[in-house]
């Protein structure tokens, strides 16, 4: 048979995905300082059911035995998220030894389970003493993202080779202090918000810096990016082009900026009076080249082209088919499409799906099984167009799971299972679901069945 078709790259990268918020729990152990979403999580009406993160799925207390569960279904990648709390608990200042020293157990867990770690310096849980101070409003706040950055490289350098930068800028800008659905909460007018996607894109420039002065031998580093990806409705010239035409405007001010080292005319022009203050220096370090693009791709629009040629969003009828999440219509379409417009957009050559996946609620065990046929249904399209991606010459590495464990989705709270794991809320017992399976015969056998 030949490879190419039926099978993956032979160095095809397979793993899953997990943020140290929404499965460690222990919110108040070792001397951890409270998050944004700590604090978010009490305020009533924010999170369903007041849910919070103060268990998780106590990760924090059975990573090992979490591991030898990877482990047994041929996990070699896992992709997680430091908590920034737990390393400085006030955001900056002296950094806590018994942070560090959880890692370090963590980090050594992984290497005698034979599983390499790819790790998220910051998946949303700012120390609530900088938001405090300002978060993200605040340029202080890169500043202490900076030392951390540094911190964290230097300490756990040794063993992490592949580094990523922030998880979903959108996501703790635009959603968080723009639309008040994520910690903190707040909704900000358009010059703090565009003020804020620059932190963010600052950050990320300190992330890839604080990589290349103390990562060591062979450490690579990139941003993730959940890029706004549509779906061309007829993959005619005509549509295609005014998806690109579509992809290309919608991610002007982050992933634009990043790869053009600068913000465009365009992008400008449309803040107007409310663009960002931008400092000398900024963009050295915001554009200094990465070693790949992670993409979380879970579902995107349908754009066609206008009578006039130009790019048209076609909503979707109230029938289309959707998973529990609200906002996750089910689209396979996007694992092609997102990551070929990503890479003839900024010719990226390398891209790792960094998440993809689907949350459901209440999938129970029945004779000792979960069976989510519904899971395996979604996994396996979307496998299979990102195959497509990959024979049609786009680079694409990698694929990351979202999520091992059913974990805290959020505003969404626990109800919204993501897992291929099911975790009893009330026991804490893991039940490895039909598609764990599925997914461990995929990984093995390095094709989609
Ligand atoms: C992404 C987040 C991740 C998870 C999935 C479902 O936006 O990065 O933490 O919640 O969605």
Request: aromatic share 12%; charged share 25%; proline share 5%.
């Amino acid at each position: 048979m030949s490879a190419g078709s039926e099978f993956f790259p032979r160095e095809f990268v397979w793993g899953v995905a997990a943020a140290a918020p929404q499965i460690e729990g222990a919110a108040r152990e070792d001397g951890k300082g409270e998050s944004i979403w700590d604090r978010f999580s009490r305020v009533p009406g924010k999170v369903h059911n007041g849910d919070t993160l103060d268990d998780g799925c106590d990760h924090y207390h059975r990573f090992d035995e979490d591991f030898a569960l990877m482990a047994r279904f041929g996990v070699k990648n896992y992709r997680l998220s430091i908590a920034w709390p737990r390393i400085f608990p006030h955001g900056d200042g002296e950094p806590n030894p018994a942070g560090i020293a959880f890692y370090d157990r963590v980090l050594a867990s992984m290497e005698r389970h034979g599983i390499t770690p790819w790790v998220t310096m910051y998946h949303w849980d700012l120390p609530q003493a900088l938001e405090d101070r300002g978060g993200w409003r605040s340029r202080g706040t890169v500043d202490a993202f900076a030392f951390y950055a540094d911190t964290i490289v230097r300490a756990f350098g040794s063993r992490v080779k592949h580094w990523i930068t922030l998880n979903e800028i959108r996501c703790f800008t635009e959603l968080a202090y723009g639309l008040g659905t994520r910690a903190p909460g707040l909704r900000v007018d358009e010059a703090t918000l565009n003020q804020i996607y620059h932190h963010a894109l600052l950050a990320h420039g300190h992330g890839v810096r604080a990589v290349r002065k103390f990562g060591g031998v062979g450490a690579q580093v990139g941003l993730t990016d959940n890029c706004d990806a549509c779906i061309p409705v007829m993959e005619t010239a005509a549509d295609i082009a005014a998806a690109r035409e579509w992809f290309r405007r919608r991610n002007l001010h982050l992933l634009g900026a990043i790869h053009a080292g600068g913000y465009s005319e365009e992008y400008l022009k449309r803040c107007g009076a409310a663009a960002p203050v931008v400092a000398d220096g900024d963009f050295a370090l915001i554009g200094a080249p990465t070693d790949f693009l992670g993409l979380n791709l879970y579902t995107g629009p349908f754009v066609r082209a206008n009578t006039a040629g130009a790019p048209e969003e076609v909503p979707l009828p109230a029938a289309y088919p959707t998973a529990d999440s609200a906002w996750l219509n089910i689209v396979p379409q996007v694992m092609y499409w997102g990551t070929r417009l990503a890479h003839e957009a900024y010719g990226v050559k390398h891209i790792y799906i960094t998440e993809n996946g689907c949350g459901y609620n209440d999938e129970p065990v029945v004779d000792g099984e979960v069976r989510d046929l519904h899971r395996r249904e979604f996994l396996r399209a979307h496998l299979r167009e990102m195959q497509r991606a990959i024979a049609d010459g786009v680079p694409v590495r990698g694929y990351f799971l979202w999520t091992f464990m059913d974990n805290f989705e959020w505003e969404d709270g626990y109800q919204r299972r993501f897992g291929i794991v099911h975790i009893d809320r009330a026991t804490q017992a893991r039940t490895p679901k039909l598609s764990a399976h599925y997914y461990a015969t995929v990984m093995r056998e390095n094709r989609v069945l």
